[in-house]
């Protein structure tokens, strides 16, 4: 089955400064890759998803890049504020309608003022 | 707002109790998740649900039953559970008749086994 690493499990960055999670994935037919972000005691929000056709997307200060041959995706934050402090989560699916979500571990971000 | 719906939001409950969570959402989705999480760990996929019938099992002990009566709603049914189920239980929905749709993730209920 698939399996997801992720790294860092920690990381603490000025605020302003760029924040950068990667993914690694074992399965070459997963194609639909999610990041969540989930705060303390709430709910695992989407931020950012990529499928397996595009190498890279933007949403403001959030990017994701897909690198398939390699198998690895990559969640980039610019311009980090306090706000940003979270774990987030990438997530790798098989199926085409994304319902078998594996998740990596996870990746607390602490933003510091 | 939180579009889908998870009742109670905490639960205490004795190890012989049975007791049922709740979830509701009203975006039309027909795919329906339930996940367990354990602290400082991700989600994991328990049951799916497409179209009202249920398609992923994870390997779940018995003890948790998944019911869902119909295209907004699921319920978790407990009975006999042990102090490692203690966990968040979160409920989630997706568009299943579109590719790579994401999944909406409800607050969850915190369920405590004493």
């Known amino acids: 089955g698939e399996n997801v690493e992720q790294h860092p499990s920690t990381l603490s960055v000025q605020e302003g400064d760029s924040a950068v999670i990667k993914c690694t994935y074992s399965?070459?037919?997963?194609?639909?890759f999610p990041w969540y972000k989930q705060e303390l005691g709430k709910r695992p929000q989407l931020i950012i998803d990529i499928r397996s056709n595009v190498g890279e997307k933007k949403d403001q200060r959030i990017a994701v890049t897909l690198n398939k041959t390699a198998k690895h995706f990559s969640l980039h934050i610019t311009e980090t504020q306090p706000e940003d402090s979270a774990v987030y989560f990438c997530a790798a699916s098989m199926d085409n309608y994304g319902q078998n979500f594996v998740f990596g571990p996870g990746t607390r971000l602490s933003v510091l003022p | 707002d939180t579009e889908v719906t998870q009742t109670p939001k905490h639960l205490v409950m004795g190890m012989t109790n049975k007791k049922s969570l709740k979830c509701e959402q009203h975006?039309?989705?027909?795919?329906m998740y339930w996940y367990k999480q354990k602290a400082k760990k991700p989600p994991e996929l328990m049951f799916v649900?497409?179209?009202?019938?249920?398609?992923i099992n994870e390997s779940v002990p018995s003890r948790f039953s998944p019911e869902c009566p119909n295209s907004s709603l699921l319920n978790l049914h407990l009975h006999a559970l042990q102090p490692e189920d203690s966990a968040l239980y979160l409920c989630a929905s997706s568009q299943s008749d579109k590719y790579f749709q994401p999944q909406h993730f409800g607050d969850g209920t915190r369920l405590s086994i004493l």
């Open positions: 399965d070459s037919a997963s194609n639909y």
């Open positions: 649900y497409s179209y009202e019938k249920l398609s």
């Open positions: 975006m039309g989705h027909r795919a």
